[in-house]
């Protein structure tokens, strides 16, 4: 694998060929991170999947506001959580969105990981083909 750039991290790298990346937000919250997973599923076929977390902070508490337009806010806020859980319980979902940030550091860790990553996956592809075709062959000398 080529020497790891700024702005990545490989949280683990598994014997089946699955990878998990890591690239932070620029913002420094954790929770912004986004998650590439390069795996080969059950049925050999190879997928990068891409997650973060969403979270609903319409004018949370922690805001930056101070405290006393975060108390005289307090109504305004109520009902937008209302109106969100309203929309879970008589709807059934909540679609929201979340962005992640990337410096030009972050962007260059992202094609590391896309680049690495998906170097892995096809290696872990080719050898779940090749021990699919020996069971084959061990079945038909049976
Ligand atoms: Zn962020």
């Known amino acids: 694998m080529a020497k790891l750039v700024k702005k990545v991290m490989l949280v683990a790298d598994y014997e089946d060929g699955t990878t998990f990346w890591r690239i932070p937000c620029d913002c420094s919250d954790p929770d912004h991170d986004v998650h590439l997973w390069f795996e080969v599923d059950e049925d050999g076929i190879p997928a990068l999947r891409i997650t973060r977390e969403l979270g609903f902070y319409a004018e949370s508490w922690y805001s930056s506001d101070p405290w006393f337009e975060r108390v005289g806010h307090w109504k305004d806020r109520m009902i937008k959580r209302f109106k969100a859980s309203m929309k879970i319980l008589f709807k059934g979902y909540l679609t929201m969105d979340g962005e992640v940030c990337l410096s030009k550091e972050g962007i260059e860790g992202l ?21 699919r075709k020996a069971e084959a062959e061990a079945k038909k000398d049976a």
């Not at 094609?111 to 021990?131: I, P, R, Y």
Request: proline share 0%.
């Open 111 to 131: 094609q590391f990981a896309l680049t690495e990553g998906t170097k892995v996956m096809v290696k872990a592809e080719e050898s779940f083909a090749a021990k």
